[in-house]
C-alpha cells in the first residue's frame, strides 16, 4: 500500500461537516476519485470486492466471484465473513448503547454492506460521528454510499495508508474531538499489514484519550488449517496479501488496554444473544479493549 493520505482530498465528506473538505456536488468530475478510479482493474480479483461477496453484497464483479469459489475452501471464508459482519453490529451497539461511545475511526472501510458502523451508531444515537479510513480506489469509488449521515451526527471518509497514523489522525480531526473517546475500529484490517501490526495499534492508542476503545477482528492462524490453504491460495493470485495471526498474537496487540468481557474470543461468540442459536466457530478472533 502507498503511504499518506492524498492531499487533493484527504477528507470527503458529506457538507454538513463543518471544515471538512467537500467532494463536488458532481461527484464524477471529482478529480481525485477519476484519478483512483483509472487505478482499479476489473480483470484481477480485489480484496474489498471479494471480502464484499462473501459478506452478501453485491458491489462486485466475476473475476471476483470466482476468486472466492476457489480458495480452498471457500465456505471457510464465506462464513467468517458472515460471522464478522454480524459481530461489527454487536460491536457498534455495544459501543454506543453500553460503553457510551459516540465517535468512530473505522481503519479499512471496505465495501458498504447493510449495517455498516455509522448506519447502526446512528441508528442508536443519530449525533455520532464516524471517519472511515481506505486506500483502496475500489472503495474510494464507492464511497459516497459512506457519506450519508443521520442529521446532527458526521461521517467523512479519509483515502488514507492505515500506516500512515499521523496522517490518518490529522485528517480525522476534522470530523473527531481527539479530547472526547473514540472507537478505533480494525475489523480484518491487520490481517492486510504483515510487519508492524503492533506499532500500529500502539500508535492509534496513544493518539486517543482514556475511555477510548480498540476493536480489533482478525482471521486466526489456529483455528482452521484450511483458513491457512485458503489464504496460501490468495496470496498466490493478488498483491493485497493476507497474514494469519494467533489469538496470542492477537492479544499483544493490545497489550496495555483492558479488554472488555468476554476478551478475547472468536467473532461467533462476542456478545452473542443468550436467545440466539449457537454459532459454528469460525476462524476469525475478535477483541474489544478499552484505554484507562
Not at 475500489?138 to 457519506?147: G, I, K, T
Not at 499489514?193 to 475511555?211: C, D, H, K, N, Y
Not at 444473544?273 to 459454528?280: E, L, V
Request: charged residues 20%.
Amino acid at each position: 500500500m502507498p503511504g499518506g493520505c492524498n492531499a487533493a482530498s484527504a477528507v470527503i465528506a458529506e457538507s454538513l461537516i463543518v471544515g471538512a473538505v467537500r467532494v463536488q456536488d458532481d461527484w464524477e468530475h471529482d478529480a481525485t476519485r477519476r484519478a483512483k478510479a483509472a487505478l482499479i482493474d476489473t480483470k484481477v480479483p480485489n480484496a474489498a470486492r471479494v471480502w464484499n461477496y462473501l459478506s452478501g453484497g453485491r458491489d462486485n464483479f466475476e473475476v471476483d466471484r470466482r476468486a472466492a469459489r476457489t480458495m480452498a475452501p471457500a465456505s471457510v471464508m464465506g462464513a467468517a465473513a458472515l460471522a464478522a459482519l454480524a459481530c461489527k453490529q454487536r460491536m457498534v451497539r455495544y459501543l454506543v448503547a453500553e460503553a457510551g461511545v459516540r465517535q468512530f475511526l473505522d481503519l479499512g472501510a471496505g465495501l458498504t454492506t447493510s449495517g455498516s458502523t455509522h448506519e447502526i451508531a446512528q441508528s442508536l444515537v443519530p449525533e455520532c460521528r464516524i471517519v472511515y479510513v481506505d486506500n483502496d480506489p475500489v472503495v474510494l469509488s464507492h464511497a459516497r454510499a459512506l457519506l450519508k449521515s443521520a442529521p446532527g451526527g458526521a461521517t467523512s471518509y479519509l483515502d488514507c495508508d492505515v500506516e500512515d497514523v499521523g496522517s490518518i489522525v490529522s485528517g480525522a480531526r476534522e470530523t473527531l474531538d481527539f479530547g472526547q473517546p473514540v472507537a478505533v475500529m480494525l475489523l480484518t484490517t491487520l490481517a492486510f499489514v504483515e510487519v508492524g501490526a503492533g506499532a500500529v495499534v500502539s500508535a492509534l492508542a496513544e493518539a486517543v484519550p482514556p475511555g477510548s476503545h480498540v476493536v480489533i477482528s482478525h482471521l486466526a492462524s489456529d483455528v482452521d488449517p484450511a483458513l491457512s490453504a485458503a489464504v496460501r491460495q490468495w496470496n498466490s493470485m493478488s498483491a493485497q496479501r493476507l497474514t494469519l495471526r494467533s489469538s496470542t498474537e492477537i492479544a499483544a496487540l493490545v497489550a496495555g488496554l483492558d479488554p472488555v468481557p468476554p476478551g478475547l474470543v472468536p467473532v461467533s461468540s462476542w456478545r452473542v444473544d443468550p436467545g440466539m442459536p449457537r454459532q459454528a466457530e469460525v476462524p476469525m478472533h475478535c477483541v474489544v479493549a478499552r484505554k484507562s
